[in-house]
């Protein structure tokens, strides 16, 4: 079993950062790969970044942009998202997910095991 617990979401203004972080427990984070998601209100769960077990990333570009970053750090067993310059389309719930198969960062939500119970992020404008 692994279980994720976010934090890091709050309210921000546009062009503003968050960082948000989501601590594994488990002794299987380190070969795992790691995933965010987000949904906003009457819409659909989307993808948002990802990250491989040996830290190759995979980026929603048409909705990150480079604005967001994924990151890991595996003795803490700690998986990263850097926002900046966030925009009010940025609102959502922010999932953090662990999918076991740990070689592919995918961006599909049903390649995950196991997932967080989300963070809330609020961008004003």
């Known amino acids: 079993q692994v279980q994720l617990v976010e934090s890091g979401g709050g309210l921000v203004q546009a062009g503003g950062s968050l960082r948000l972080s989501c601590a594994a427990s488990?002794?299987?984070?380190?070969?795992?790969?790691m995933g965010w998601f987000r949904q906003a209100p009457g819409k659909e769960r989307e993808f948002v970044a990802a990250?491989?077990?040996?830290?190759?990333?995979?980026y929603n570009l048409d909705s990150v942009k480079g604005r967001f970053t994924i990151s890991r750090d595996n003795a803490a067993s700690t998986v990263y998202l850097q926002m900046n310059s966030l925009k009010p389309e940025d609102t959502a719930v922010y999932y953090c997910?662990?999918?076991?198969?740990?070689?592919?960062?995918?961006?599909?939500?049903?390649?995950?095991?196991?997932w967080g119970q989300g963070t809330q992020v609020t961008v004003s404008s």
């Open positions: 990250i491989s077990w040996t830290g190759g990333t995979t």
């Open positions: 488990g002794r299987t984070f380190r070969r795992s790969a």
């Open positions: 997910a662990a999918r076991l198969d740990g070689s592919i960062a995918s961006p599909v939500w049903d390649g995950y095991d196991y």
